[in-house]
């Protein structure tokens, strides 16, 4: 191949790859200034001139004018004769410059011309990832799906970059096929054995206050802050607001007219669970709040330890806790206390319904219970232990359990 079609070939090679015009040619006249400096030990003595455009190269070496016979580096140096036989006008120490012709170097030297370019351009692209991503952890970044693995979703960006999207930064309920696309936030940017690796989230915290800004104008436009934003991905998540401007309800500007604006994030999340709480300073209210929708009759605050007391209706319990847990665990995590509840009973109050142990006690023995007419708290306690056995058919050490539990609340 001549090694003006090489140039060609990496100007074609500049333009797929968007990579700029001095950067390319940067690169070119470093490997080129390489090869020189194999071959001549040097190559401070020569000027390399490039048009990647028209795929033209020249190669220009200049050496000094010396007496003949006093030659010591062929390279550095020229003897008069040479000179003049270059052109007659030349004189002891002047300067000649003339063309030196790279395909007169063999084809061994253009092959491995060619293959020190194609690393340089392939590092050079690599680094261009890199120093595009490595700014932009916490950005929200659009993707097709390219291959769907059991631990992770390769996806290639607008420009054909690959990015992974591991299983465990996957909702667990996300199912994509090839050809989808799909919304995730930049997770993490690195460079692994000289190839960056990014690595996309969709269960992260910044991924949903992305989406918020997305589709809510007063956080992109700074009017409405997000203090907080704790998630159990897929299920359920509470986002802590906050506006400066009493104007504006921070709540309703976030869910919009009928939920207009936070329908299209719980879709994006798979049907996630979202809240949105007005944040607050006062602790107490700020605790309330996040326990939502369960109705608080009184709390008690710890401020030293970060512990809160919260008591409320039989009734209210179930709700405060969430299922599985999940209200009053996001709740502790946006407020930073660990919140207990409590049944608020009145004194003189006869009973509570069995359902409202629902957090303790599991659904199949309260099925049980149920089953044999034992409906409330007392119904269970007013039976012996080993008729309770008998009639359930559980175990003891069960019984056991759940009579300790409904003896704690009437104590």
Same mark, same amino acid.
């Given at each position: 191949?001549?090694?003006? $079609?090489?140039?060609e070939?990496?100007a ?31 190559d ?6 490039? $048009?990647?455009?028209?795929?033209d190269?020249?190669i220009?070496?200049?050496?000094v ?19 003049k ?7 002891i ?6 063309e030196?012709k ?9 092959l491995t011309?060619r293959?020190?370019?194609?690393? %340089?351009i ?6 261009? /990832?890199?120093?595009?991503? %490595? $700014?932009?952890?916490? !950005?929200?970044?659009a ?5 769907v ?6 996806i ?13 930064e996957?909702?667990?309920s996300?199912?994509f ?8 936030v ?21 991924f /949903? !206050?992305r ?9 992109f ?5 997000i ?11 509470k ?6 401007d009493?104007?504006?309800d921070?709540?309703?500007?976030c869910?919009?007219?009928?939920g207009?604006?936070?329908?299209g994030i ?6 996630? $669970?979202?809240?949105v ?7 107490? /209210? ?13 709390i ?19 709700k405060?806790i ?6 009053? %665990? ?18 003189g109050?006869e009973d509570?319904d069995?359902?409202?142990f629902s957090?303790e ?14 409906d409330?708290?007392k119904?269970?306690?007013n039976?012996p232990k080993?008729? /309770? ?8 050490e ?8 409904l003896?704690? !609340?009437?104590e």
């Amino acid at each position: 191949m001549e090694i003006n $079609n090489l140039i060609e070939s990496f100007a074609e090679f500049k333009e797929q790859k968007n990579i700029d015009r001095a950067t390319m040619m940067r690169v070119i006249e470093e490997v080129f200034r390489n090869i020189l400096t194999k071959k001549f030990g040097t190559d401070e003595n020569f000027d390399i001139i490039i $048009n990647i455009d028209k795929g033209d190269l020249e190669i220009w070496r200049n050496r000094v004018v010396v007496e003949d016979g006093d030659v010591q580096d062929p390279n550095l140096e020229i003897s008069i004769s040479d000179a003049k036989a270059i052109e007659e006008d030349y004189e002891i120490d002047e300067e000649v410059t003339d063309e030196v012709k790279f395909k007169d170097f063999g084809r061994r030297a253009i092959l491995t011309l060619r293959q020190n370019l194609t690393a %340089k351009i392939l590092e050079l692209e690599k680094e261009k /990832l890199y120093e595009k991503y %490595k $700014n932009r952890i916490g !950005e929200i970044v659009a993707g097709e799906v390219y291959q769907v693995w059991k631990k992770e979703i390769l996806i290639l960006d607008d420009e054909g970059n690959e990015l992974s999207l591991p299983k465990q930064e996957q909702i667990p309920s996300d199912f994509f096929h090839k050809g989808d696309n799909l919304r995730a936030v930049i997770n993490t940017v690195e460079m692994k054995n000289g190839t960056p690796s990014i690595t996309l989230s969709r269960t992260a915290p910044a991924f /949903l !206050e992305r989406l918020f800004e997305l589709e809510v104008p007063e956080i992109f436009d700074g009017l409405i802050t997000i203090k907080k934003i704790v998630r159990i991905p897929g299920e359920r998540a509470k986002v802590a607001v906050e506006s400066y401007d009493e104007r504006i309800d921070p709540v309703g500007a976030c869910v919009g007219m009928k939920g207009s604006r936070i329908h299209g994030i719980v879709r994006e999340l798979r049907n996630e $669970n979202i809240d949105v709480i007005n944040y607050s300073n006062n602790s107490q /209210l700020f605790i309330q709040r996040t326990l939502s929708p369960a109705v608080i009759n009184d709390i008690k605050v710890n401020e030293a330890a970060k512990k809160a007391e919260v008591y409320l209706a039989p009734e209210e319990v179930s709700k405060a806790i969430g299922r599985n847990g999940s209200n009053i %665990k996001l709740a502790g995590q946006l407020t930073g206390y660990d919140i207990e509840v409590f049944r608020d009973i009145e004194e003189g109050e006869e009973d509570v319904d069995l359902q409202e142990f629902s957090d303790e006690i599991e659904g199949w023995i309260i099925d049980a219970l149920k089953g044999i007419g034992c409906d409330t708290a007392k119904d269970v306690l007013n039976i012996p232990k080993d008729e /309770l056995v008998r009639r359930t058919d559980l175990e003891e050490e069960t019984i056991e359990d759940v009579v300790n539990i409904l003896k704690a !609340e009437f104590e």
